[in-house]
């Protein structure tokens, strides 16, 4: 088996780096090591920057986005006694769209699968190999337990996290940095409307909560809990009882309903550099994570891949090196800025530390709340910083 790019990993990175490499005429062949209901099923991720947006509709998979997603054009912070709406579109003219990672999953798969490149799920046992040449092959077992090799040009590791690709990386050098948070999110999804017409980020001193939304009829909230917390100890009233703790305000009450999906998730940045060996590319989770606050992991991975598809469209069709070799430093600019951000959105929401903290904590709210400059900070960064090419 042979194409241009061979890419392990059907998460949102590896799919639009498909479609996007597709539109310019480079073959690519998706390795995924799950099946497509497991893929389509994980629920991550709801919000969706301005420049994800347009590269999905510039990609041709944005239609049933611009149908049900929902345009947002500011959230609400709050702190005890306080509920202060942001208005991203007056403080710097840009908004974000509520659209569910798995929705924007399903929609690539769907158009993949239609008139697109090979996608194979349930395959097995992947490996990159020969990266430092100019003729590496991936070896695996397809899901009819059959070994195959695919000969590349180069290789996408778009495989999250967990996958094979960093460590084929990091293993010719390189560095990672990490840090882990002493908390975690219970995360739910409940059958009923939204409380809120836009999101709430909530300080309490008895932790974060976070109200967010998958559609008129369906919401996702989030609820700061100890890392070492089991789900089954999480009733549905305990969780609604503690939302309702941590979102209480004088005229406002939040709506409970039937919870169809409750998981814990732990929270870390992580960066590893480069995000490159030879020709195989690190792009989206595999390369780095940060705690979910801010909502940036699925945008940067979209980032990542809208860089690398023009550098690899560049060596491939061009002959060219030299946006293959910026395109690490280039990520990592703004993977940096990310990494940034969702640590400051995240260390000024969870309560952890003594009062000392608290205070420094609510003071920062204050700030954020009461200067337009601090406003503007966080909503540039929030909506997205315009992508430096
Ligand atoms: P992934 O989505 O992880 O995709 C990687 C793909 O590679 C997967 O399909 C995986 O099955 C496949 N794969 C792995 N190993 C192999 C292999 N060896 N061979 C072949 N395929 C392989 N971000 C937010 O902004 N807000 C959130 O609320 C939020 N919630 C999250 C909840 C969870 C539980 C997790 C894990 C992440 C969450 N994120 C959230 C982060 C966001 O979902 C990720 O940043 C985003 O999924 C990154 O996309 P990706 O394509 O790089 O990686
Ligand atoms: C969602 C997740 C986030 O991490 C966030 O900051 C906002 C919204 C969500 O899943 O809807």
């Not at 882990?180 to 739910?188: F, K, Q, S």
């Amino acid at each position: 088996m042979r194409t241009q790019v061979g890419i392990i990993g059907a998460g949102p990175a590896g799919l639009l780096l498909s479609r996007l490499l597709q539109l310019q005429g480079i073959d690519t062949v998706v390795l995924e090591n799950r099946s497509r209901e497991y893929v389509e099923a994980r629920i991550r991720a709801g919000i969706l920057e301005q420049h994800t947006v347009s590269t999905l509709i510039d990609a041709g998979v944005g239609d049933r986005l611009q149908r049900e997603g929902l345009p947002h054009d500011g959230v609400h912070l709050q702190y005890p006694g306080t509920r202060h709406h942001l208005d991203f579109a007056e403080l710097c003219g840009r908004k974000v769209w509520l659209y569910g990672q798995s929705e924007v999953v399903k929609d690539l798969i769907a158009a993949q699968l239609d008139d697109g490149p090979p996608l194979l799920f349930d395959v097995s046992d992947v490996v990159p190999e020969d990266v430092d040449g100019d003729s590496p092959r991936i070896r695996f077992t397809d899901a009819d337990g059959t070994p195959q090799v695919l000969e590349c040009d180069a290789i996408a590791g778009t495989d999250g996290f967990h996958g094979v690709s960093r460590p084929v990386v990091t293993a010719a050098g390189g560095r990672t940095w990490e840090r882990t948070y002493p908390y975690a999110w219970l995360g739910i999804l409940a059958d009923v409307a939204p409380s809120s017409d836009e999101l709430v980020y909530a300080w309490h001193p008895e932790g974060f909560a976070l109200l967010s939304m998958r559609s008129p009829s369906v919401s996702r909230l989030y609820l700061q809990v100890d890392p070492t917390e089991k789900i089954e100890d999480w009733s549905d009233d305990r969780i609604w009882d503690g939302l309702s703790t941590r979102f209480a305000l004088d005229g406002w009450e939040l709506q409970t309903g039937p919870v169809t999906e409750k998981s814990i998730l732990p929270m870390r940045s992580f960066v590893s550099a480069p995000m490159r060996r030879g020709r195989l590319f690190l792009a989206g989770d595999a390369a780095h994570i940060v705690p979910p606050t801010g909502a940036k992991g699925l945008n940067l991975a979209v980032a990542d891949v809208t860089l690398l598809a023009e550098a690899l469209v560049r060596l491939l069709a061009d002959e060219r090196t030299d946006l293959v070799d910026s395109y690490s430093d280039r990520a990592l600019a703004r993977v940096w800025r990310c990494t940034h951000f969702s640590w400051w959105m995240t260390s000024m929401f969870h309560r952890s530390g003594d009062d000392f903290d608290a205070e420094l904590q609510l003071s920062q709210l204050r700030r954020v709340c009461g200067s337009e400059t601090a406003a503007r900070e966080l909503a540039e960064n929030y909506t997205g910083l315009p992508l430096d090419r």
